[in-house]
């Protein structure tokens, strides 16, 4: 078996900027207990908490959880309490620069919505993203407006021309994330290999946006066996294999 199991998280282990259901818990719960386990997202640390640590995983598994917000500009593990271990955070120009960009590219593609919910772009300090219809907005709405990555994918296009000296991934239902270069997923993946100790052949990383220019994507570059997922009832599924995996016992399919 692996030794770190690492999960994206809207998408993958919950709908977009919602919290973890109850079935979802018990299975993380199940697998922190055989194993080391890492999320990475282009969320922030608030997301984090109010998706995944408000939702009651077991006390004795969080030193077996490490967190890492904004597709790896930040990392988190437990000592404890919850301690940030770096955080590569943008300079006010850069944060100005890339706020433009997306600006000028969603006004020339003619993509601004009739109606939002929110803030449509989220300074993250490590990270500025774009959230389409705004932070707040109806999952259903979400769900309609970009499902085969189409829009983001035009977009992506004019910003790595615009602003090439940053990384531009897609992910979530509706988002953009805008980092320093160099700094994403794969970035993530180094830091828990450097933190952890843990070779890059001893990872498997489970994400929905596993396609070139999804926020997943770098995990393949990085190396690390990866399994795409469409929603969080298929990473359920994996979840199960790998936990009856660990202990000798038929997988089963049930959700």
Not at 25 to 32: M, Q, Y
Not at 182 to 189: C, H, L, R
Request: aromatic share 6%; proline share 5%; hydrophobic share 40%.
């Amino acid at each position: 078996m692996k030794e770190l199991i690492v999960f994206d998280l809207d998408g993958t282990l919950a709908e977009s900027k919602s919290p973890l259901d109850a079935q979802m818990v018990e299975l993380l719960n199940a697998l922190l207990s055989v194993t080391r386990v890492a999320v990475i997202s282009g969320g922030d640390w608030p997301q984090f908490d109010s998706q995944v640590l408000s939702r009651g995983l077991a006390a004795s598994g969080l030193e077996n959880l490490s967190l890492l917000p904004t597709c790896g500009a930040k990392f988190y593990r437990y000592q404890a309490r919850w301690k940030k271990i770096y955080s590569e955070d943008l300079t006010g120009s850069q944060k100005q620069q890339i706020i433009g960009a997306l600006k000028r590219t969603v006004e020339s593609l003619g993509y601004q919505p009739e109606e939002t919910w929110g803030e449509t772009i989220e300074d993250r300090g490590t990270q500025i993203t774009l959230s389409a219809l705004g932070q707040q907005a109806p999952l259903a709405k979400k769900e309609k407006w970009d499902p085969d990555f189409a829009k983001r994918k035009k977009m992506k296009t004019i910003l790595d021309d615009l602003i090439p000296e940053f990384s531009v991934r897609l992910g979530g239902t509706t988002s953009v994330d805008i980092t320093r270069p160099g700094i994403d997923k794969a970035y993530g993946i180094g830091k828990l290999r450097d933190v952890l100790g843990v070779d890059t052949s001893g990872m498997l990383f489970i994400g929905d946006a596993l396609f070139p220019g999804g926020n997943d994507y770098p995990a393949i570059e990085a190396g690390v066996t990866s399994i795409e997922v469409k929603d969080p009832d298929d990473t359920k599924l994996v979840i199960r294999v790998i936990v009856a995996l660990s202990q000798g016992a038929p997988a089963g399919t049930g959700r």
